[in-house]
T-cell receptor, first 114, second 113 residues
């Protein structure tokens, strides 16, 4: 069963608009961490934001925020005031405490339009 | 700030040859992970090490082996290369138990001809 689901294969957003990238996850482990990574066309995997399952507040990092809804098992990434440089593939990922590895969703390709 | 260093950045090999990929973690990071990302795919976990011991194993072919050395750098050795091994190979490092500090290197693009 898919543990990380990203339902938007691709998105087109106008520059300066806010964008929400969806991510739902499936786990029975009460302790886990959620990640978002950005992968531009150059290929590197850039860490954006992290949310722990016991964190009381939603994580924020500059223009990135994570809308964490634990009961719904949802961890959407919100990018405020999008920029052309935000065009990239975005991966949601999870690490369960009982495992060592992190597992990735299939990704969402975001296109920012001028 | 220092990041995860991977070398080489690009590698071209022939079928049945061997390849060695290297990963230098962020200073004071004790855990290393290897991932394989095929074209248009999400990264797939291969193997991880904590304090020089293998800590988890994923879908790593028997033709591949890896180890972590005393200075915490890691090497992924790939033998009898096949066309299907062409992929972007990532290394990530973290401090054990500190998920928020999990960072990836820029990857090694391996092309098998």
């Amino acid at each position: 069963a898919q543990k990380i689901t990203q339902t938007q294969p691709g998105m087109f957003v106008q520059e300066k608009e806010a964008v929400t990238l969806d991510c739902t996850y499936d786990t029975s482990d009460p302790s886990y961490g959620l990640f978002w990574y950005k992968q531009p066309s150059s290929g590197e995997m850039i860490f954006l934001i992290y949310q722990g399952s016991y964190d009381q507040q939603n994580a924020t990092e500059g223009r990135y925020s994570l809308n964490f809804q634990k009961a719904r098992k949802s961890a959407n990434l919100v990018i405020s005031a999008s920029q052309l440089g935000d065009s990239a593939m975005y991966f949601c990922a999870m690490r369960e405490r009982k495992d060592d590895k992190i597992i990735f969703g299939k990704g969402t390709r975001l296109h920012i339009l001028p | 700030a220092a990041g995860v260093i991977q070398s080489p950045r690009h590698l071209i090999k022939e079928k049945r040859e061997t390849a060695t990929l290297k990963c230098y973690p962020i200073p004071r990071h004790d855990t290393v992970y290897w991932y394989q990302q095929g074209p248009g795919q999400d990264p797939q976990f291969l193997i991880s090490f904590y304090e020089k011991m293998q800590s988890d194993k994923g879908s790593i072919p028997d033709r591949f082996s890896a180890q972590q050395f005393s200075d915490y750098h890691s090497e992924l050795n790939m033998s009898s290369l096949e066309l299907g091994d062409s992929a972007l190979y990532f290394c990530a490092s973290s401090v054990w138990g500190r998920d928020e500090k999990l960072f990836f290197g820029s990857g090694t693009q391996l092309s098998v001809l």
